[in-house]
């Protein structure tokens, strides 16, 4: 079984955050055993980056993680999600958009899916979502589509599938196959937003037992807000 603490790496690591001395922070992990380094990726997400403010956290990010997606980016991705929550972290930061301007100019799409796979589903409005959609994917609706089908749910992200699907003007075929991948997820709201767009385009030849009736009068108020659209796709 893994160690998830160790008070000396703890303590160390709490130093070189306290004192923003990254690139000591990064020889110091480097230095570690294959465990300790283990052990530090949790102590790392769990207790040293949630203690940092927006600004220092990102410095740290540029330093460490950056440089080495591979071993950091989900460590770093998760102590980003528990900064948020608690109001400290925002990912308007001009460093993040610029790892995710590099993510897409060298097509890094690891580190794009991984990124967008964890991020979306936390973000409390349909704002951040085409913040992070458009940083991430630039104009390719495609891969928006992608990503807003196969990340975790929220009603952010199935504001923004809504809005990429009408932008996109697809087949109802396309539109088909794209619900079904949504229902697989088997929720209740995943459930509503598919009878809704089933509704809304019109799609007869998507098959299903969705237990949400409207009429195509009430599903029009989805048009009109973000609000309503939750309204709407969340009602029993």
Sequence with gaps: MEKRY??????????????????????????????????????????????????????????????????YLKTFLKAAVLNYK???????????LAFARTCLQTEATIDRQKTLQLLLPELCTYEEVE????????????????HLTTCAESKPCYYALFRLMKQ???SHDRIAECLKVVARRATPMAFNFTSIMKLYFDVEDLRGDFSLQMQAYEVSRIENSYTNFVDVITCM
């Design 131 to 146: 913040l992070l959609l458009s940083a991430f994917c630039g104009d390719n609706c495609n891969v928006k589509l992608r």
């Design 86 to 96: 608690r109001g400290a972290l925002s990912f308007n930061s001009h460093v993040f």
């Design 6 to 71: 160790d008070p000396v790496i703890n303590n160390r690591l709490t130093v070189f955050a306290k004192k923003s001395e990254w690139l000591l922070m990064r020889t110091y992990l480097c230095n570690l055993s294959n465990s300790g380094f283990r052990t530090a990726s949790y102590v790392l997400a769990e207790h040293v980056l949630t203690t940092l403010e927006n600004d220092a956290f990102w410095q740290c990010f540029v330093t460490i993680a950056q440089p080495d997606t591979k071993v």
């Design 168 to 170: 996109m003007d697809m």
